[in-house]
């Protein structure tokens, strides 16, 4: 069971922690790509539609509280984090990720939702069978590049809707009074003359 919520409100998404908030106190929440445990170090790298953030968790001058609970986290949890953005050191910089130069220095973790081990990883450049990938959709659908075309569909759609807008088309739908149930049943019953 996850832990509640009560208290934090994301401050920003992962990717938008960037070198000009050094210093700050961020909220940051996502799932876990991977968690990596040095020992008395554990990076979590934390995942939302915008991208990775790394997330520092130091045995020395964390909590025993917060270490031990980092300790538990799996990859595909979700996560809520409180912590203190800061740069990473010359030998840490990551060139591949935008978020690269830093990391949040956590001082509060919530496990808001326990995942399961996924039947793969969630994540680009993988192979795997279709029927899979279909089969868990949920999943599939919260890699980068399948996260990218929902992004410019939703792009595509919001432009066509506005041009027609403002050529004074009107959108309409269609409400059903029936439910299908009930148009089945009375195309399954002889007219009467």
Known sequence: MGEALTGLKRSCMCCDVNESMIGQEVTVMGWVQRRRDLGQLIFIALRDKTGLVQIAIDG??????????AETVRSEYVLAVKGLVA???????????????????????????????????????ITVK???????????LRRPSQ???????????????????????????????????????????????
């Not at 910089?93 to 081990?117: D, F, Q």
């Not at 279709?130 to 599939?140: A, E, N, S, V």
């Open 60 to 69: 020395k001058t964390a909590e025993k509280d917060l270490f031990a609970k």
């Open 87 to 125: 740069a990473r050191e010359e030998g840490n910089i990551n060139p591949n990720m935008k978020t690269g130069k830093i990391e949040i220095i956590a001082k509060e973790l919530r496990i808001l939702s326990e995942s399961e081990t996924t039947p793969f990883q969630i994540e680009d450049n």
């Open 130 to 140: 279709d029927d899979l990938r279909l089969k868990y959709r949920y999943l599939d």
């Open 147 to 193: 996260l990218k075309n929902l992004v410019l569909r939703h792009k595509v759609v919001q432009v066509m809707r506005n041009f027609l807008d403002k050529e004074g088309f009107l959108r309409l739908s269609r409400t059903f009074s029936r439910t299908p149930r009930q148009f089945l049943w009375s195309a399954s019953v002889p007219a009467a003359v």
